[in-house]
C-alpha cells in the first residue's frame, strides 16, 4: 500500500501552527487529501495533541515574537513525544527575527524536515544571505543548496521551485513535476508543507521515498488542475487543485511522477 492510500485510511491528525493568510488553505488542501488538520497556536494543549498527533507543521509567514516563542515550545513538546516535525522558514532571509528563530530551532535539533525554496534554506545556512520577500533567487544552484543544507544541518532538505529537490539521507533526487499555477496562488508551498506532514505521519525515520511521494502526489494534482476548464485564471485553478488532491491516485503518481536521482 502506498503512503497516499495509507493515509487516506488512517487520517492522521496534522497539527499546523502556520501563518493567518494560508490557515483555509491548507485545512481545505488536507482534508481533500485525506488527512484530519488542526489550526493549533497554543503551547499548553500541545501535549494532548502529541497523543494523537501524527506531524506537525511550523510556518512562520505571519511570526511575531510571542509566536516565536510559543511555535518553539509547541515544537519541542511534539518533537521530545516523537511527532515528526515539519519546518517551513518563510521569508526567513527578510529579517533578524525570522532567521534567530529558525537558528534557534535548528540548533534545538527540534526539526525533523525542512521544506522552503532555494533563498530560504540558504538563508538557513549562510549567516549573510538575506531575502527581499518570500521570493527565490532562481539564480541560485538548488541542488548545491540542497546538498550543503543537508551535509551542514543534517536533516531532510525539500527546495521547491521550477524544479524541486529533495536531499535525504545523503541522497538527492530532482522532481520536474508541477504547475506554473501554484505560483499564481497564495500558499502553494505552505500547503504543501502540510501535505510532506501528512505523508511523514507517525513515522520515526523519514525516508526518501515518503518525501518523493508527497512532492509526486502535489505536483502532480496541479497538472492535472491546470487542464480543468477555466483553470488557466488562479481562482479557478485553486478550487480545481482542491478537487484533484482528493481524486488523484496511487496510480496517478506512479504513472505521472518525473524523478531524477542526481549526484
Known amino acids: 500500500m502506498s503512503k497516499l492510500e495509507s ?23 488536507l482534508i481533500s487529501l485525506g488527512a484530519s488538520p488542526a489550526m493549533s497556536e497554543e503551547p499548553d494543549e500541545a501535549l494532548e495533541f ?25 515544537a519541542t ?13 518563510v521569508a526567513v532571509g527578510a529579517s533578524n527575527l525570522r532567521k534567530t528563530f529558525c537558528s534557534t530551532l535548528l540548533n534545538d535539533e527540534v526539526v525533523d524536515v525542512i521544506r522552503g525554496n532555494a533563498s530560504e534554506v540558504l538563508a538557513l545556512i549562510e549567516d549573510d544571505t538575506m531575502m527581499k520577500g518570500t521570493d527565490s533567487d532562481q539564480s541560485i ?24 529537490v529533495i536531499a535525504c539521507s545523503n541522497r538527492i533526487i530532482e522532481l520536474h513535476n508541477g504547475s506554473e499555477m501554484l505560483t499564481k496562488v497564495t500558499g502553494g508551498g505552505c ?35 491546470s487542464k480543468q476548464p477555466g483553470a488557466h485564471l488562479p481562482g479557478t485553478f485553486q478550487m480545481a487543485f482542491i478537487d484533484q488532491l482528493n481524486a488523484i ?12 536521482e542526481v549526484k
Do not use: W
Open 141 to 164: 544552484d538548488a541542488v548545491k543548496v540542497a546538498k550543503q543544507a543537508h551535509q551542514q544541518l543534517k536533516i531532510p532538505i525539500i527546495i521547491t521551485g521550477e524544479v524541486d
Open 7 to 29: 493515509l487516506r485510511v488512517s487520517k492522521p491528525l496534522v497539527v499546523c501552527y502556520t501563518n493567518d493568510v494560508v490557515k483555509n488553505f491548507t485545512a481545505n488542501g
Open 50 to 74: 502529541a497523543e494523537h498527533a501524527g506531524a506537525f507543521l511550523i510556518n512562520i509567514g505571519t511570526i511575531t515574537t510571542d509566536r516565536a516563542y510559543d511555535m518553539k515550545e509547541y
Open 191 to 225: 500547503l504543501l508543507g502540510g501535505v510532506v506532514a501528512a505523508f511523514l505521519s507517525h513515522e520515526k525515520v523519514v525516508k526518501i521515498e515518503e518525501l518523493e511521494e508527497a512532492l509526486s502526489t502535489y505536483n502532480i494534482a496541479s497538472e492535472f488542475a
Open 249 to 260: 491516485t496511487s496510480d496517478d503518481v506512479k504513472d505521472n511522477k518525473k524523478v531524477k
Open 77 to 89: 513538546i511534539m518533537h521530545e513525544n516523537g511527532v515528526p516535525v515539519i519546518l517551513d522558514p
